[in-house]
């Protein structure tokens, strides 16, 4: 992956220019704030670089501000709006704002961010090289912009709504702390880079909603130990998974091979002798002499969730027993899980609000039911431990 920084370096040089054309009758300030109105009734922030922002640690924006007797309702945030505020630390965004332009916190120290209901898109580089240490995505926003949380080297946590329907690349990459994500059934395709180099992520979601798997998506995440990738996966692209030194169990739920050609080191780094191949029941021998699947020594055969009620459209249902958890991803946020074996005695009775993961602990080899009830409605299904 090739990080262009000259192109966000010479961002806030241009809007410099730009905000020197601009008529001073055209902004004021409120508050500390800058504002560009943009309207009779709406103004936008701006960064006015003839003033200086260092004493600034924490930001509210508020939906409307007044000058000179004209109320004015806030609409949007420039690009770079942020961008040189070295010490803030903390933004809070009205509802009224619908708008944030790319790159408006690029570089700084921020570490908590309250988006606006309102909010539709995560824009380019929204976040690029922050502080940021966890993030609230509100259920309005439909796409996350490429390279938006790209080097947040602090970012814990991200909460993605159904809402969000595409992903760019390099969204989340060398966020190093990041330990798992879920992407939602909304999603149907992961981006090139989009993991890249996020060393501490161990755990993965895949929806069954999904259907291809960019290039080097997830390079040299060293600590993912397991992954399911749902049937619905038709493309991999060259070394997704290069690197990935850690992993030890890849459920592969799709009956015919994913073709690779020779050349793009798809497992590259993997340890394929110590990594089992779980593929499904009848599909070995396909798997043993396809292309780079061929190269682990242990492929095992397992039968994927059958699911009593495809109508719900539930997400693929496995056991990890490598983490002992029983990883799901449900059609709502708040759900009640049981699991019974074949002789009705029960495992589990939990309530998971996040509706991904459920330590279970070891579970002796056998069929178990699993049921899901969420708001959304429920379903059951059937996971083999093997």
């Not at 054309?21 to 004021?28: L, Y």
């Not at 922030?45 to 930001?59: E, P, S």
């Not at 995560?122 to 976040?127: M, P």
């Not at 005695?345 to 996040?354: D, E, F, H, I």
């Amino acid at each position: 992956m090739r990080i262009s920084w000259y192109k966000y370096l010479i961002g806030p040089f241009l809007l410099l220019l730009v905000a020197s054309a601009v008529p001073a009758a055209s902004t004021f300030m409120v508050g500390g704030i800058s504002y560009r109105i943009t309207s009779n009734a709406t103004v936008s922030v701006y960064h006015d670089y003839n003033q200086n922002y260092d004493t600034i640690r924490v930001l509210t924006i508020p939906s409307t501000v007044t000058n000179r007797g004209v109320t004015y309702t806030v609409t949007s945030i420039d690009p770079y709006s942020f961008s040189s505020m070295n010490n803030l630390k903390r933004v809070e965004i009205a509802s009224t704002v619908t708008s944030i332009g790319n790159a408006a916190f690029f570089g700084t120290n921020i570490k908590e961010v309250i988006l606006p209901a309102s909010l539709t898109t995560i824009g380019d580089s929204l976040f690029y090289a922050t502080n940021l240490q966890s993030i609230v995505i509100p259920p309005s926003v439909t796409s996350i912009g490429k390279e938006s949380f790209n080097f947040c080297r602090s970012l814990i946590t991200v909460e993605i709504p159904s809402s969000v329907t595409s992903i760019g690349k390099d969204a989340f990459s060398c966020c190093e702390e990041l330990t798992s994500i879920t992407i939602p059934s909304s999603v149907t395709s992961i981006k090139s880079s989009t993991f890249f180099r996020c060393t501490n992520l161990k755990r993965v979601i895949l929806p069954t909603s999904l259907t291809s798997i960019g290039a080097f998506a997830f390079v040299e995440c060293t600590s993912l130990d397991s992954l399911c990738i749902p049937a619905s996966v038709t493309l991999i692209q060259e070394g997704a998974f290069f690197g990935c030194t850690d992993l030890k169990r890849m459920y592969m739920c799709r009956s015919s091979p994913v073709p690779f050609k020779p050349d793009m080191f798809v497992f590259e780094g993997v340890d394929t002798d110590n990594c089992t191949l779980f593929v499904p029941a009848g599909s070995k021998e396909y798997y043993a002499t396809a292309e780079q699947w061929k190269n682990f020594s242990s492929i095992v055969e397992f039968t994927p969730p059958v699911i009593d009620r495809p109508e719900m459209n539930p997400s693929t249902v496995f056991y990890d027993s490598y983490t002992g958890t029983l990883q799901f991803n449900g059609s709502g946020k708040r759900a009640f899980v049981s699991v019974y074996d074949t002789k009705g005695v029960v495992w589990l009775n939990q309530t998971s609000m996040n509706s991904d993961a459920i330590l279970v602990g070891a579970l002796p080899k056998s069929i178990y039911v699993v049921k899901v009830s969420t708001e959304a409605g429920s379903f059951t299904t059937k996971v083999l431990v093997q």
